[in-house]
């Protein structure tokens, strides 16, 4: 496969915050897995730290409200962790990658530590409700995902 598209990170408007190339490695119909690298400086998050040049397999949903990027570090290839995106489902046309993203974020380590960030955000988005119980579910999905060691949290990953 390995095509060329331009991932675009929306905020919650469908307005573009953040455009990157990514590399696409598989596809079905219900979700694309791509390969890109992060292209900004050392960015702190608590319990992870993004580098530039760190390897990201990123998982986008065409039916789920979120999307998790396994990131592994650019130097030695060691995963650092998860980093799990609650958003609105993501939409494939053009070679654009589009995804709206709606603030909660859930951080996973390979020793099963995980943290939540943005949910003040969150709260103060002005979404209808039921968008706000969708990113919940999803949200929730995710945390059961984990808690279970399935795709991509199996527990051969975890340290």
């Not at 730290?49 to 990027?69: A, H, K, P």
């Not at 709606?102 to 969150?122: N, T």
Request: charge should be negative.
């Amino acid at each position: 496969m390995n095509s060329q598209i331009r991932v675009c990170k929306c905020d919650v408007n469908g307005r573009l915050v953040w455009a990157y190339p990514g590399t696409i490695l598989e596809q079905d119909r219900d979700s694309l897995l791509l390969e890109a690298f992060f292209d900004r400086e050392r960015v702190d998050l608590g319990l992870l730290v993004l580098v530039r040049g760190d390897r990201f397999l990123e998982r986008y949903y065409f039916d789920r409200w979120y999307n998790i990027f396994a990131i592994h570090d650019g130097q030695n290839a060691e995963l650092k962790g998860w980093y799990c995106n609650v958003a609105r489902p993501a939409v494939l046309a053009g070679g654009e990658l589009r995804a709206d993203d709606l603030a909660l974020d859930l951080l996973v380590l390979p020793d099963g530590r995980m943290q939540l960030l943005d949910e003040d955000e969150f709260r103060s988005l002005g979404i209808s409700i039921d968008d706000r119980r969708a990113a919940r579910r999803g949200l929730d999905e995710l945390r059961r995902l984990i808690d279970g060691r399935q795709s991509p949290f199996e527990s051969s990953l975890f340290a």
